[in-house]
């Protein structure tokens, strides 16, 4: 099983700040990995997929990056309903996906 | 509107069986391959299992090793509906699961879900 180790736990910023937030597979995934965005209450929102392109609607500065096994997903002009968990899911092993256990990003 | 809602969580003890059903609209449910996906209290999303669209000359299903031989996923391209079936139940499957539509292949997303529903496992 690939496994998926993001960091930090919890990030806290200010809006206007920039978020990076990083996510490492326990072996090699091209750039096959997916961004999510989830709050509570509501279903998770598909960010980023293949690395780096954004989803359908997502604003320009949510931005992803990375290959091979270290990935980032980087939020810049943080606004306050950025405020959410952030999950990576890897999808090398398609479909048997597995997620990453998420960032709490809070916006103070 | 494009939405996926699931239905029938409940509290069940051990041992005990559920059916699971999530009900696809605005899109065409037989195109797309679908998941459900569980997030346990406090814990993260956990993949549970993946049932190929109408394309395949069959459906592929794959499962999580946590619930293989216990859950059976399916889906009616006529009701546009998907299901998972769960047998011999766990207090570790307590979780809310969600549907969740995949637009295919691994360069790609799961880029829609449902809001879940509640499943309880407890004596």
């Known amino acids: 099983e690939i496994v998926l180790t993001q960091s930090p736990a919890t990030l806290s910023l200010s809006p206007g700040g920039r978020a990076t937030l990083s996510c490492r597979a326990s072996q090699t995934i091209s750039t096959f990995l997916a961004w999510y965005q989830h709050k509570l209450g509501q279903p998770p929102r598909l960010l980023i997929y293949?690395?780096?392109k954004r989803a359908t609607g997502i604003p320009a500065r949510f931005s992803g990056s990375g290959s091979g096994t270290d990935f980032t997903l980087t939020i810049s002009s943080l606004e306050p309903e950025d405020a959410a968990i952030y999950f990576c899911?890897?999808?090398?092993?398609?479909?048997?996906?597995?997620f990453g256990q998420g960032t709490k990003l809070e916006i103070k | 509107e494009v939405q996926l809602v699931e239905s029938g969580g409940d509290l069940v003890k051990p041992g005990g069986s559920l059916r699971l059903s999530c009900a696809a609209s605005g899109f065409v449910f037989s195109s797309y391959s679908m998941n459900w996906v569980r997030q346990a209290p406090g814990k993260g999303l956990e993949w549970v299992s993946f049932?190929?669209?109408?394309?395949?000359?069959?459906?592929?299903?794959y499962y999580a090793d946590s619930v293989k031989g216990r859950f059976t996923i399916s889906r009616d391209n006529a009701r546009n509906s998907l299901f998972l079936q769960m047998d011999s139940l766990r207090v570790e499957d307590t979780a809310v699961y969600y549907c969740?539509?995949?637009?295919?292949?691994?360069?790609?997303?799961?880029?829609?879900w449902g809001r879940g529903t509640l499943v309880t496992v407890s004596s």
């Open positions: 969740a539509r995949d637009r295919g292949g691994a360069a790609d997303g799961t880029d829609l």
């Open positions: 899911q890897q999808r090398g092993n398609w479909p048997r996906y597995t």
């Open positions: 293949d690395a780096s």
């Open positions: 049932i190929s669209s109408r394309r395949d000359r069959s459906s592929s299903i």
